[in-house]
Nanobody, 128 residues
Framework: QVQLVESGGGSVQAGDSLRLSCAAS????????MGWFRQAPGKDREFVVG????????SYADSVKGRFTISRDNAKNTVFLQMNTLKPEDTAVYYC?????????????????????WGQGTQVTVSS
């Protein structure tokens, strides 16, 4: 059974940076397409960014393009989300997700139902 554990959240000021990490168990992490989603208070969970299992393809929500960067280290079973120039509207619980079903090296997934395994979430709070 795959487990995902997020870390790196916190409270920062607008304009600051944070780096989230998502550590995955399982020996086949290299084959997992991964994604980050977030849920703000009173709102539905939304897609933030996804990365193919190879790391060669990514997809970003328009709201974070140019500010957030996803990367993965398959040797360490970890995916990262570097968040720069944070805004108050980035305040949310951030969830890491893994797709254990097969995918091509370039496939990126942007919908919740495409992921079957989720972490517990990490809170990011950005104050103005």
């Amino acid at each position: 059974q795959v487990q995902l554990v997020e870390s790196g959240g916190g409270s920062v000021q607008a304009g600051d940076s944070l780096r989230l990490s998502c550590a995955a168990s399982g020996r086949t992490f290299i084959r997992y397409a991964m994604g980050w989603f977030r849920q703000a208070p009173g709102k539905d969970r939304e897609f933030v960014v996804g990365i193919s299992w190879s790391g060669g393809s990514t997809s970003y929500a328009d709201s974070v393009k140019g500010r957030f960067t996803i990367s993965r280290d398959n040797a360490k079973n970890t995916v990262f989300l570097q968040m720069n120039t944070l805004k108050p509207e980035d305040t949310a619980v951030y969830y890491c997700a893994a797709r254990l079903l097969g995918s091509s090296a370039k496939q990126v997934f942007t919908r919740e139902y495409e992921y079957g395994t989720w972490g517990q979430g990490t809170q990011v709070t950005v104050s103005s």
